[in-house]
């Protein structure tokens, strides 16, 4: 008695659900563009070729030169001299402001190939995955 009730109630249930569904009249065409559009997968997929193809960028960047840019400006008020047992104390003019200014200029001239290794390592995830996204297209579509 009581799986017949639960089982009424499933077969009612899944009734309801299908009476929801909504007809749609789509071409072959329309209906690969709605499934690789909805396929949460291939979003992934996605995302994950569109994050290598930026780290392939950030390791080329290595072959680039960089610039460092320091600026710092500093007070000192008057120092205060005293004796050993702090009997005497006496005040010293010391310059108030100081500034420092610094700027480098680097530029790798060799680093044993491990720019050109990486920048290959970073390719080859990069094609893995776009290889990944094609592999996720073809079985989630057909």
């Known amino acids: ?3 017949s009730k639960a089982l009424t109630a499933a077969l009612m249930l899944s009734l309801a659900a299908f009476g929801n569904a909504k007809e749609y009249d789509l071409s072959i065409e329309q209906m690969f563009e709605m499934a ?9 997929s ?8 930026a780290d ?6 290595a072959y680039l030169p960089s610039l460092d840019l320091r600026i710092s400006a500093s007070y000192n008020g008057d120092g ?7 009997s005497d104390s006496f005040s010293v003019p010391i310059p108030h402001f100081g500034n420092n200014f ?5 530029q790798v001239l060799y ?9 290959r390592m970073s390719e080859a ?7 990944y996204y094609q592999l996720k297209y073809l079985s989630g579509i057909l």
């Open 1 to 3: 008695m009581k799986i």
């Open 36 to 44: 690789e559009r909805n396929n949460l997968r291939l979003k992934v």
């Open 46 to 53: 996605s995302a994950n070729a569109d994050s290598t193809n």
């Open 56 to 61: 392939v960028k950030a390791a080329k960047t």
């Open 80 to 86: 205060t001299i005293t004796d050993r047992d702090f």
């Open 102 to 106: 610094g700027l480098e200029f680097s």
């Open 111 to 119: 680093a044993g190939g491990g720019i050109s290794n990486s920048v």
């Open 125 to 131: 995830k990069a094609e893995l995955a776009r290889n």
